[in-house]
């Protein structure tokens, strides 16, 4: 993790506290709670986790502004992430069809994340902060899915998502490493998912939990660990596991029953980027063993940015946006949701694609890429 004085280090996000990088992943101090999320199971099991923390009723997860929607909050928003917790009911239960990195996206068990990424896109629906809120109707959620699956039957055709199963993405809008230390509710959906020989979970994620290897997911999880060179890691993954800590567990993952891929991604174009990228691939090829090899797979994401979340990054991590915010280098392209983004352009982007896969073949020849854009 970087320090306050390292190169990688953010700006101070508040004055005379802890830094971004320094202050603990959680240390929850108050909980929001809409009251019939809390009387449940899982949010019962929530607030005994932190008997101390204040708990402030509200009326929707989605509505709580002094969390959500105070721009002032940029210079708090890493400490809201540490000290506050949310618990909401998902509503509306649906899994909607993906067919890229997974056949579907599962309807969320969190939303929000304790990590801070320079470029992430959770926090653009709820915005700033984004803590983690717990959604504590899981068993609907389950119930929900195993009726999903079941009414799929069996995959008839093999496509780049899997060539046999099902494949639910189990953490769009968390990092489910992270929402493991919290609640239950990812356990129950690694349970659920070992007892779907048509079906298989699937999450990406930045940060070692190692009780995640206690669970028994029989190969019907997919974890994919997110890489990036080290140093850019550094400046952009705030709050994340170091990059060789994430190498360094994925034997272990392999060996607990989890299938493991990696998300390349997002793919940073900077001054040395594919140099750099080639030592990561060399420190991925010395840290993993031979069973690791035989099952990788990857996928490869040029980053997107967005106009709104560069003006906030400006408040509060400038130097990120040096390198996420390249005008010369990136076109507009407005997101379904009808967002600023930017990506790179596409004349350009097709010949960093090629490189960047080329690159990978020639370091990582047993890791198939399953998509690149
Ligand atoms: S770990 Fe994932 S969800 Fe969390 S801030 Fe980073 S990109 Fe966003």
């Known amino acids: 993790m970087p320090t306050p004085s390292s190169p990688g280090a953010p700006a101070a996000a508040s004055s005379g506290a802890a830094s971004p990088a320094t202050r603990p992943l959680l240390d929850v101090s108050r909980i929001y709670l809409e009251p019939a999320a809390a009387a449940l199971p899982r949010g019962q099991q929530v607030l005994a986790r932190w008997p101390d923390a204040e708990r402030v009723e509200v009326a929707s997860h989605w509505q709580i502004p002094e969390l959500h929607g105070n721009q002032a ?33 599962a309807p969320s068990s969190a939303n929000g994340c304790a990590m801070a990424c320079a470029y992430c896109y959770v926090p653009r629906r709820k915005g700033y902060s984004n803590p983690v809120t717990v959604f504590t109707n899981i068993e609907q959620i389950t119930g929900y899915l195993a009726r999903h699956v079941r009414r799929q039957g069996p995959k008839a055709e093999p496509n780049q998502c899997d060539p046999q199963a099902w494949v639910y993405d189990i953490g769009e809008n968390s990092d489910c490493s992270v929402d493991a230390m919290i609640s239950d509710n990812v356990a129950d959906l690694v349970r659920l998912f070992a007892d779907q020989p048509t079906a298989k979970a699937s999450f990406a994620t930045k940060y070692v939990n190692r009780d995640l290897l206690a669970l028994e997911p029989r190969g019907r999880t ?134 960047f896969t080329a690159l990978a073949a020639e370091r990582l020849p047993y890791c198939r890429i399953r998509y690149a854009f």
């Open 222 to 355: 997919r974890v994919r660990f997110s890489l990036m060179p080290e140093a850019m890691a550094k400046l952009t993954d705030i709050r994340t596991s170091p990059v060789a800590q994430r190498i360094a567990a994925i034997d272990d993952f392999v060996a607990a029953g989890y299938e493991v891929q990696l998300n390349f991604s997002p793919v940073i174009v900077a001054d040395g980027w594919l140099a750099a990228w080639a030592e990561l691939f060399d420190q991925l090829d010395a840290g993993i063993g031979d069973r690791a090899r035989r099952q990788l797979a990857a996928e490869v994401i040029f980053l997107t940015h967005n106009e709104q979340l560069h003006e906030v990054n400006l408040g509060w991590h400038p130097r990120a946006e040096e390198v996420l915010w390249r005008p010369e280098l990136q076109e507009p392209k407005v997101s379904q949701n009808g967002g600023r983004n930017v990506r790179y352009r596409s004349g350009a982007k097709r010949g960093y694609l090629d490189a």
């Open 73 to 105: 909050n940029v210079a708090r928003w890493v400490r809201i992430k540490t000290e506050a917790l949310v618990l909401g009911t998902l509503k509306s239960l649906s899994a909607r069809p993906n067919g890229r990195s997974s056949d579907f996206i």
